[in-house]
């Protein structure tokens, strides 16, 4: 099963994650909640992860490594919500997850 999911993301609220752009550059986000979405049940598994970022930098919307002890590092896109807010939305197969 994937490790960036909604109950290990959950039990990290608070704590800093490593988001990384492909020319190297590195920044500190806060996850700061996960909510899940209206198609989460038995067959998808889909939730939002937002974070808190400074005033100091703003990241455009793109594709990023985010990197942290509990999930490891994988490759998301995420998505701007204003200068110092950003989330990443996943949705997916359950049936999938079993086969991973």
Avoid: C
């Amino acid at each position: 099963m994937d490790s960036y999911n909604f109950r290990n993301l959950t039990s990290i609220i608070g704590e800093k994650i490593t988001v990384t752009d492909k020319q190297g550059n590195q920044v500190q986000l806060t996850l700061s909640s996960v909510t899940k979405n209206k198609i989460d049940g038995e067959q998808w598994e889909a939730f939002t992860a937002s974070y808190i970022g400074s005033d100091g930098f703003h990241i455009p919307q793109g594709t990023y490594s985010f990197k942290h002890e509990l999930f490891g590092e994988k490759q998301l896109f995420l998505v701007p919500n204003s200068q110092t807010s950003y989330e990443t939305v996943v949705t997916r197969e359950r049936a999938n997850l079993a086969e991973a």
